[in-house]
């Protein structure tokens, strides 16, 4: 009686084990696709810089962008163009996201809008990006990098 309680026992551990092993590959999920999304692991400090025109007139970003009693890793310093990326620890790539830097000076910005210049509210008006001297159309979306140059201009 002894040995076929053990036996119960060794087997239900057993199959315990192979189900939580199944369980623990299946939800570690594509681990390539999450690896790609991983920017650094150690924290960044980098800079772009963005430029917004208007009907051809340049667009003052302010200076204390994202600086304050929390400073947020995304912000402005002076009202020079550069936006400070500055992470501690992990890094992803949705945390570069240059939308990210216009939730924090809570303007809007989007494929169809800039600011509160939006096209369709002015007949035949544009809103075309360039990234680095390229025409990009990730808008919101584009995740920045270091020594990036971004124009976003409305006409």
């Known amino acids: 009686m002894k040995n076929k309680t053990k036996n119960r026992i ?16 299946f939800s570690l999920g594509d681990s ?3 690896e ?10 980098w800079h772009a810089t ?3 025109l208007i009907d051809g007139k340049a667009v003052e970003i302010p200076a204390s962008i994202g ?17 400070h990326l500055e992470f501690q620890g992990l890094v992803i790539d949705k945390n ?19 600011l509160d210049k939006c096209i369709g509210a002015e007949a035949g008006k544009m809103l075309t990006m360039t990234v680095n001297g390229e025409p990009n159309v990730e808008f919101e979306n584009y995740i920045m ?6 124009i976003i201009e409305y006409k």
């Open 10 to 25: 060794v087997g239900s551990v057993a199959v315990i084990l192979v189900i939580l092993g199944f369980w623990w590959l």
């Open 32 to 34: 390539s696709e999450a």
């Open 36 to 45: 790609a999304k991983v920017i650094s692991r150690n924290g960044l400090h």
């Open 50 to 52: 963005l430029e917004i």
């Open 67 to 83: 600086l304050g009693v929390v400073h947020n890793p995304v912000h402005t310093h002076e009202a020079d163009e550069v936006i």
């Open 96 to 114: 570069l996201a240059l939308k990210n830097f216009f939730d924090v000076w809570n303007e809007k910005f989007d494929s169809q809008c800039v």
């Open 145 to 150: 990098k270091d020594g990036d140059e971004v």
